[in-house]
């Protein structure tokens, strides 16, 4: 079977990769260990991300993508051929269609950057496609309709909060504020309270496993281990929901100020059916426990979470491939 399409969720977390027909083939962190020796690459996704925090000095761990847009172009492109190379079966010739997501506040030079890497990276015809209306496709959301529609897809470096009627954005907003300034904000709180140093993988565990918008009905614990900054030795602690809870309140805080500033600047009409209809949230944010009720108590605004949130804008992206002659002109830029 030839595969010649591919959609890419190009995120600064993770990025997960579409075939249709066949669904989400790749899931996998956005991470590429590079040999400082011969400039050459390790390991990328998974096996790269099992390195951070432990290589010695002849190796280094980045992560290309920052805020949702290419912060290193050579590793980014190095990442895209690995997932394009995984994606395709080895006896195919001919080169793939590739569509890639991309932030709404993205600047035409950062877009450029993006079709550039992905057509180096064997792509026949490289299409960007912006993430707020991928994610309102594959969270199921008829945005074609009259009626307005309001998706927030919190990622791993951008939150992204748009408005979508008629099969386009009303009004939307980019803001540079998500995951990774969450899992940022956990490590000051340890490193403050307990003098104690984590990791950016610890920092996430913690957020997936005790991190909650409001406080939990019945607490959570957890216990972590880290490296004491008085001491220098290992140090085990134990840190609960509620103190998390506290922690997040200044990200989350800047993510609802966004979102009640894209309600103000909403057309009154669009402001009725979504008020009707109730927001969206997509993208891994939306696995934050009671994040939901912390938008909607402070907006007045129903809210809900995506079914299967964290690959919306993947399965987005796949309808838009499988429909691509009447997606092309509405929602894409080609280069």
Known sequence: MFVSKIGID???????????????????????????????????????????????????VYRPMRDGVIA???????????????????????KPEVLVSVPAGITSTEKRAVVEATTKAGARAAYVAKEPILAAIGAGIPINSTSGHMIVDIGGGTTEVAVISLGGIVSATSLRVAGDKMDQAISDYVKTKYNVAIGENTAEEIKKKVGCATPLKQEAMIEIRGRDLVAGLPKNIKLTSTEISETLQEPLQEIVATIKAQLRETPPELSADIMDKGMIISGGGALLKNIDQLISQTTGVPCFIAEDALTCVARGAGVVLDNLDVYKKSIMTKK
């Not at 040999?35 to 010695?56: F, Y």
């Not at 994606?87 to 010739?93: G, K, L, V």
Request: hydrophobic fraction near 45%.
């Open 72 to 94: 290193d172009y050579r590793v980014t492109l190095a990442m895209l051929r690995y997932f394009i190379k995984r994606a395709i079966p080895r006896y195919q010739f001919f």
């Open 10 to 60: 190009l995120g600064t977390k993770n990025s997960l990769v579409f075939v249709p027909k066949k669904g989400i083939v790749l899931d996998e962190p956005s991470v590429v260990a590079v040999s400082l020796l011969d400039n050459s690459i390790l390991a990328v996704g998974e096996a790269a991300k099992e390195m951070t925090g432990r290589t010695p000095d002849t190796i280094r």
